[in-house]
């Protein structure tokens, strides 16, 4: 599994509109094929910022997933939104295929 974070920091005008900005591209990377997850968050300290944390099966996966069209055109898409460089961890994981559940945590009954 490839697993990646990506911290976005976007102009305080595209802030409340970037679910909708990314929607076709979010959409798109989801049904990859080697697509594990692709999920948005966003700060609670800090409106203008969105974290993304997505997986892709391997290397070839994630290989695919930038040489898409999707890619390039919602690249193209963030570039009018973003108010800086984004920062991202990209991180092998060869023995991952998922997520794993929280040991110390149980909803209480």
Same mark, same amino acid.
């Given at each position: ?5 990506? #911290? *976005? &920091? +976007?102009?305080?005008?595209? @802030? $409340? ?31 203008? #910022? *969105? &974290? +993304?944390?997505?997986?892709? @099966? $391997? ?8 040489r ?31 997520? $794993?559940r ?8």
């Amino acid at each position: 599994m490839i697993f990646i974070a990506v #911290r *976005y &920091t +976007l102009r305080p005008e595209a @802030a $409340d509109n970037w679910p909708a900005l990314i929607a076709d591209f979010t959409a798109a990377t989801r049904a990859e094929p080697g697509n594990l997850f692709f999920d948005w968050s966003r700060s609670v300290e800090d409106p203008c #910022r *969105y &974290t +993304l944390l997505e997986a892709f @099966a $391997d290397e070839a996966a994630g290989a695919a997933h930038v040489r898409s069209p999707h890619f390039e055109r919602g690249l193209s898409v963030m570039a009018e939104a973003i108010a800086e460089i984004p920062e991202i961890i990209h991180v092998p994981l060869p023995d991952r295929t998922g997520w $794993d559940r929280m040991a110390e945590l149980t909803p209480r009954a």
